[in-house]
């Protein structure tokens, strides 16, 4: 291929973001190009300017993709999801633990097969494709075959994804569970054959203390350690019933965190989904570690599990993204997701502002999954992930925001009314996916 073939421009509304905005009026967190062109040469950033200062630059016979009306943004970063879970979506009548029993175990148990398993790997991905979605960190299942069909499918479409098998050794039905022992050699395996494969990382994944023995937890430990680089993903206080469960499995532990403490698995590469009733001190050790936590309002609300505070997280300077966390959660849509996070805080007394609301579903779920050196905004050298957004593909949206200039207000309108009707492009290393 030459360098023409390679490399195209696009042009329309640019927005991305430099670092976590401080109020709706941090204006210097971002950078907006009403009319703006982003240049990608062979899959990465070369270049975003207005459309004045660039165009003129660009090599001539360069394609030049109009899009003149639509915005640009970084793909969506999804920092806590289930790809098994998409047949138990909209699961009716239960919270959490019930929930996982009734409905998740069973689905769950299917994906021992590898057809069943890549099958579905392939639909999750779509779905994630067509909400704009280019990154995400996933859950598989206990089995290996769960991982292997989904990084096999990831690698296929060049996608940046992170993911992990299950450990889970008790409180789960037999066929779901596996020792402490074949846990850490399968998982070993898996990381020798996938981690810094193509786009690809490798995340251990304990479901969460009441399905792990400490023995287990000690061998997700001894995996962190041989190999420095990997994730760590699992579940935090997201139900009180839980925590109660979690202090009388481990009476020794000073909380639910101190559980993964003692056993070596609160580092900077360790991602806590739900986090919600924490305690003083389990944040400021989340803080001190350069962990990360998933904030999943779709799913807090959906399972009933409480409400999140966002506000006092940030002001521990906690690393935070956001997860859809389906099944748990309704919808793989960060727009949808983004919805709900507004109505959380806004319940907490506070408020979401569309700038902090786009910077955690673009460089904040980067930062929080340390990515945020190779995705999350359009900087020189990035990979070049990116989605276009129509407004006007959602009438009440189009309705609303017409005649309206102000950038925060449209921004604002589209996270709380958009979807994925609104995503009328998805890219990936500069390939368009839809
Ligand atoms: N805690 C342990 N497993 C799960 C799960 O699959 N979903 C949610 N939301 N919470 C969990
Ligand atoms: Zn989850």
Redesign the pocket.
């Known amino acids: 291929m030459n360098n023409l073939e390679s490399s195209f421009a696009v042009r329309g509304r640019v927005l991305h973001f430099l670092r976590q905005p401080q109020s709706d009026q941090d204006l210097e967190s971002f950078e907006y190009f009403p009319d703006g062109v982003l240049w990608i040469e062979r899959g990465y950033i070369k270049a975003l300017a207005s459309a004045d200062e660039l165009l003129p630059k660009l090599p001539t016979g360069i394609q030049v993709q109009n899009r003149s009306d639509q915005l640009i943004l970084p793909g969506f970063v999804d920092t806590h999801v289930?790809y098994p879970?998409m047949k138990v979506i909209a699961s009716y009548g239960t919270q959490?633990l019930e929930?996982?029993e009734k409905y998740?175990f069973p689905e769950e148990s299917k994906f021992k097969d590898l057809q069943y398993a890549r099958q579905s790997a392939k639909l999750f991905l779509d779905g994630l494709m067509s909400h704009g979605t280019t990154t995400a960190l996933v859950?598989c299942t206990v089995h290996p075959e769960s991982v292997e069909a989904f990084f096999t499918e990831a690698e296929k479409r060049n996608l940046r994804m992170i993911a992990g098998k299950v450990m889970m050794d008790k409180n789960a039905p037999a066929e779901l569970t596996d020792t402490p022992m074949s846990s850490y050699q399968q998982s070993k395996d898996l990381i020798e054959k996938w981690h810094n494969r193509s786009r690809l990382s490798y995340a251990v994944t304990p479901?969460?203390a009441?399905?792990s023995s400490p023995e287990q937890l000690q061998m997700a430990g001894k995996l962190l350690k041989e190999y420095p680089d990997v994730y760590l993903q699992t579940?935090l206080s997201?139900q009180l019933a839980?925590i109660e469960w979690v202090q009388e499995l481990f009476p020794s532990a000073l909380d639910y965190l101190d559980v993964y403490d003692q056993h070596g698995l609160v580092t900077e590469r360790s991602v806590f989904?739900?986090s919600i009733h924490l305690s003083d001190r389990e944040c400021r050790r989340i803080s001190q570690a350069d962990s990360a936590v998933a904030f999943?309002p779709s799913?807090n609300l959906f399972?009933g599990?409480g409400l999140f505070n966002l506000h006092k997280i940030l002001q521990h300077e906690i690393n935070v993204g956001l997860g859809t966390?389906v099944?748990?959660?309704t919808s793989l849509s960060q727009l949808r997701t983004l919805h709900d996070a507004y109505s959380i805080t806004a319940m907490n007394n506070g408020n979401l502002n569309a700038y902090l609301a786009f910077y955690l579903a673009t460089l904040g779920g980067a930062k929080a999954l340390k990515l945020d050196h190779k995705i999350g905004n359009f900087e020189q050298g990035k990979e070049a992930d990116f989605v276009t957004v129509d407004m006007q593909a959602i009438p009440v949206l189009g309705h609303r925001i017409e005649g309206v200039d102000d950038l925060h207000e449209q921004l604002f309108a589209l996270m709380t009314l958009g979807d994925s009707r609104t995503i009328s492009q998805t890219y990936v290393m500069g390939e368009p996916q839809l």
């Open positions: 289930h879970q959490l929930w996982l998740t859950f479901r969460f009441p399905t579940h997201e839980e989904a739900h999943c799913s399972l599990s966390d099944g748990g959660g």
